[in-house]
């Protein structure tokens, strides 16, 4: 998809830019940085969703939406806690070898 920004556009997915006329954008929402941040086909042509366009107008290849776009990713992961799912099974393979080594015995008689 192509997307044509200009200044005011909140951008909803992430993106390469095709065709630039001076266009600026703040990126204080993802980076913390307040500056403006000059984007342009040969320097720096990445643009992130949820950053604003604060001057000029182009054209932009859309390359992420959602939960593919680096915001997306950002939110993926505050919600989960950045902990890493385990593969299905792997905790019951854990409390079967337990069993056989009799830890489970051990653990109830200490107690």
Known sequence: DLMVVKYGDLLPADGLVVQASDIKIVESALTGESDL?????EK??????????MEGSGKVVVTAVGVNSQSGIILT???SGGKKKKPQGEEEMKTK???LRGED????VLA
Do not use: C, I, N, Y
């Not at 941040?37 to 086909?41: D, E, I, L, P």
């Not at 015995?105 to 109830?108: L, M, P």
């Open 105 to 108: 015995k051990e653990k109830s």
């Open 77 to 79: 992961l505050l919600l």
């Open 37 to 41: 941040v000059k984007k342009s086909r």
């Open 44 to 53: 720096d042509p990445m643009v992130l969703a949820g950053t604003l366009v």
């Open 97 to 99: 070898k337990s069993d």
